[in-house]
């Protein structure tokens, strides 16, 4: 996207720099990487990067104004409603798709969003490890609102540990060594000293909750949330902690902003970046252009049970109609030339909210296919995970 920083890194890169960059994410951390990362950074202009910045603002303030936390009460399965909910959410991530306009300028579309924790700590990391076997200019930073890593990591501890002892913090999983997202477990210990523990570790006494590291027993002040609910009942998982019960501790990222700011909310976002989107039970005729949308569950996680060749028939078939909805397709722009063709991009900005909302860092995913999780088209070259860099 800025044409001298592709040519220069495309002329310098080498397989041999892109295997050791690799070879230090996979074995750096105490749980590897399980995805993969792409060949390459993603270059922002100032112009398309203060585009993004104003789009996630304009779109998180609808999704917290008194009117819409009102009607996203409902979202809540009643089944897994959790006390000690916050005002508001600790962490917002909205994705966008970079496509182009009918003037040809690249410009943000919105695909999702969701008051959920993202993988703060390690792009700390891939951050730091892409400098080491990279030319980044140093007047490049993937961090927002003035931040560096420094106070990034300072405005991140705040948020999860705030002033208890790290170890009376943890990061609630359900098998955490087997999630793909394992390794930003380990950065976050590595950052910020919060161990990982697995939900079926949590010892329950009354309303306090501990855990065991090797003989100790360990008290429990504060949950960093990674639990997602929709994996939870699908696993039907068994612990002794119930999320419906009250216990002494916070939450760092309530459970509950998972459902109230999520695919829920794109119906009821106006924006000229948020692409026209419908639950499927207030629909009472199809679209005639039907290759136009897309099908989505509301509450699964990392694209599943997202339908791309949508047919009125695969619609008609489905029964639980208040939990999906269609959204117009985005026409992603080819966007980072690679040796083999161009990668398009979607943009996670993610945002924290200690005393207000800050935008603050960022994620990038890379695609050659129709899908753009790091799950898919991975026998492709130049996509997969990656950060976004924009000028100081």
Same mark, same amino acid.
């Given at each position: 996207?800025?044409?001298?920083?592709?040519?220069?890194?495309?002329?310098?890169?080498?397989?041999?720099?892109?295997?050791?960059?690799?070879?230090?994410?996979?074995?750096?951390?105490?749980?590897?990487? &399980?995805?993969?990362? @792409?060949?390459?950074?993603?270059?922002?202009?100032?112009?398309?990067?203060?585009?993004?910045?104003?789009? @996630?603002?304009?779109?998180?303030?609808?999704?917290?104004?008194?009117?819409?936390?009102?009607?996203?009460?409902?979202?809540?399965?009643?089944?897994?409603?959790?006390?000690?909910?916050?005002?508001?959410?600790?962490?917002?991530?909205?994705?966008?798709?970079?496509?182009?306009?009918?003037?040809?300028?690249?410009?943000?579309?919105?695909?999702?969003?969701?008051?959920?924790?993202?993988?703060?700590?390690?792009?700390?990391?891939?951050?730091?490890?892409?400098?080491?076997?990279?030319?980044?200019?140093?007047?490049?930073?993937?961090?927002?609102?003035?931040?560096?890593?420094?106070?990034?990591?300072?405005?991140?501890?705040?948020?999860?540990?705030?002033?208890?002892?790290?170890?009376?913090?943890?990061?609630?999983?359900?098998?955490?060594?087997? !999630?793909?997202?394992?390794?930003?477990?380990?950065?976050?210990?590595?950052?910020?000293?919060?161990?990982?523990?697995?939900?079926?570790?949590?010892?329950?006494?009354?309303?306090?909750?501990?855990?065991?590291?090797?003989?100790?027993?360990?008290?429990?002040?504060?949950?960093?949330?990674?639990?997602?609910? &929709?994996?939870?009942?699908?696993?039907?998982?068994?612990?002794?902690?119930?999320?419906?019960?009250?216990?002494?501790?916070?939450?760092?990222?309530?459970?509950?902003?998972?459902?109230?700011?999520?695919?829920?909310?794109?119906?009821?976002?106006?924006?000229?970046?948020?692409?026209?989107?419908?639950?499927?039970? !207030?629909?009472?005729?199809?679209?005639?252009?039907?290759?136009?949308?897309?099908?989505?569950?509301?509450?699964?996680?990392?694209?599943?049970?997202?339908?791309?060749?949508?047919?009125?028939?695969?619609? &008609?078939?489905?029964?639980?109609?208040?939990?999906?909805?269609? !959204?117009?397709?985005?026409?992603?722009?080819?966007?980072?030339?690679?040796?083999?063709?161009?990668?398009?991009?979607?943009?996670?900005?993610?945002?924290?909210?200690?005393?207000?909302?800050?935008?603050?860092?960022?994620?990038?995913?890379? @695609?050659?296919?129709?899908?753009?999780?790091?799950?898919?088209?991975?026998?492709?070259?130049?996509?997969? @995970?990656?950060?976004?860099?924009?000028?100081?």
């Amino acid at each position: 996207m800025v044409p001298d920083l592709r040519k220069a890194y495309n002329k310098d890169f080498l397989e041999e720099k892109y295997s050791a960059f690799e070879f230090e994410l996979y074995t750096a951390q105490r749980f590897p990487l &399980d995805f993969r990362v @792409s060949e390459t950074p993603l270059f922002l202009t100032k112009e398309l990067s203060g585009l993004l910045e104003k789009a @996630s603002y304009e779109i998180l303030d609808q999704v917290t104004t008194p009117e819409y936390l009102k009607i996203s009460k409902q979202a809540i399965p009643s089944d897994f409603r959790v006390p000690g909910e916050d005002e508001h959410p600790l962490f917002v991530q909205i994705d966008f798709a970079i496509c182009k306009d009918e003037a040809g300028n690249f410009t943000p579309r919105l695909i999702e969003l969701q008051g959920f924790p993202s993988l703060y700590c390690y792009e700390v990391f891939l951050d730091d490890v892409w400098r080491k076997h990279f030319n980044i200019p140093a007047n490049l930073t993937p961090y927002f609102s003035g931040l560096n890593r420094k106070t990034y990591i300072e405005h991140l501890r705040e948020a999860i540990v705030g002033n208890l002892n790290p170890e009376n913090v943890i990061l609630l999983e359900i098998d955490p060594e087997k !999630q793909k997202t394992r390794i930003d477990f380990a950065c976050t210990e590595d950052l910020l000293g919060v161990p990982t523990v697995n939900l079926t570790d949590l010892i329950i006494r009354g309303k306090n909750v501990y855990y065991m590291d090797e003989d100790r027993e360990i008290p429990v002040r504060r949950i960093y949330n990674r639990v997602i609910f &929709d994996e939870l009942a699908k696993k039907k998982v068994v612990s002794e902690f119930d999320f419906r019960k009250e216990y002494n501790l916070t939450w760092a990222g309530h459970p509950q902003w998972f459902h109230r700011i999520s695919k829920f909310s794109l119906p009821y976002i106006k924006s000229e970046y948020c692409p026209p989107c419908q639950f499927l039970d !207030q629909i009472d005729k199809y679209p005639r252009d039907l290759k136009n949308y897309v099908l989505k569950p509301l509450y699964s996680f990392a694209g599943y049970g997202v339908e791309i060749n949508v047919t009125p028939g695969m619609l &008609d078939g489905i029964t639980d109609r208040k939990n999906y909805m269609l !959204q117009r397709k985005v026409d992603y722009a080819p966007l980072v030339e690679t040796p083999d063709g161009y990668s398009r991009c979607e943009i996670r900005m993610m945002f924290l909210w200690n005393d207000k909302p800050m935008l603050v860092n960022n994620l990038v995913r890379m @695609s050659k296919g129709p899908m753009m999780g790091v799950a898919y088209n991975t026998d492709k070259t130049w996509i997969g @995970s990656s950060l976004a860099y924009h000028p100081v």
